[in-house]
């Protein structure tokens, strides 16, 4: 197991480098004190609506998916929403803040340049040695030349 994780690591975004604690306190407003069951089975829907559109080769875009999942929801908890609080709802989902820890790891400078903007910490894998950034006075906090590099850099961070 210890082989494969030197390789590849893959991160989910949902609850593991973005914050999903927001969105019930976001539906308060739109669905009063139902708020926390509604986003409840609003996640649960979503992941389950994305999974079996998968299976059934149906794909739809994950914005549609959470958009259904959230009309069920409201259904199923018996909240009525306009149109206008979809629209509120669904941005809550767009508006997300990242947990504090993440680090972004990318070989492209402009993933760098984009993620010290929106303020992650970020770790640059420059491959090329050639490679230089963009002069817009943004340097990634850490610059690795591999990952062995990038992870004994990474390593006091633990």
Known sequence: MGALLNRTVACDVYGTLIDTQAVPTRL???????APA???VWRQKQLEYSFRRGLMGDYCDFSACTRQALLFACRQQQVEISDAGVTQAMQAYAEL???SEICLVSSNAFDILGAAHAGL?????RRDPQAILDPWD??????AEDCSDLS???APAR
Do not use: H, M
């Open 28 to 34: 308060t407003a739109l669905v009063g004190e139902k």
């Open 38 to 40: 509604v986003s409840a």
């Open 97 to 99: 803040e990242p947990f």
């Open 121 to 125: 910490r970020t770790a640059w894998l």
């Open 138 to 143: 943004i340097e990634p906090d850490i610059l």
């Open 152 to 154: 004994s850099q990474l």
